[in-house]
């Protein structure tokens, strides 16, 4: 079973900048799509962005061109770099990894605690 621990969460303001980071723990035969989650209070959880094992990747328009993903396969870790950060990123942060199980080979999904970004105006 893989087991996520996300850092970097924080208080910045407006134009600042953040990264966050999940590091993967546990065993897995591999580890395939991961991503960033966000969810703002009154809001339903949106995909931020996700990166693919092959480094393909995928963001949501309201980050393009200020959010930055990135995977250390080594390390079995994801970022997310945060520039040019705006008070409607305030949310709570949560990563995700899609990967298969070491035994059977069966699909597992596994969530960090989440992190809290906050953006102030």
């Known amino acids: 079973q893989v087991q996520l621990v996300e850092s970097g969460g924080g208080l910045v303001q407006a134009g600042g900048s953040l990264i966050l980071s999940c590091a993967a723990s546990?065993?897995?035969?591999?580890?395939?799509?991961m991503g960033w989650y966000r969810q703002a209070p009154g809001k339903q959880r949106e995909l931020v962005a996700i990166?693919?094992?092959?480094?393909?990747?995928n963001y949501a328009d309201s980050v393009k061109g200020r959010f930055t993903i990135s995977r250390d396969n080594a390390k079995n870790t994801v970022y997310l770099q945060m520039n040019s950060l705006k008070p409607e990123d305030t949310a709570v942060y949560s990563c995700n990894v899609q990967y298969l199980s070491s035994v059977l080979r069966l699909k597992g999904n596994a969530w960090g605690q989440g992190t809290q970004v906050t953006v102030s105006a």
């Open positions: 546990g065993i897995a035969f591999s580890i395939n799509d």
């Open positions: 990166i693919t094992s092959g480094g393909s990747t």
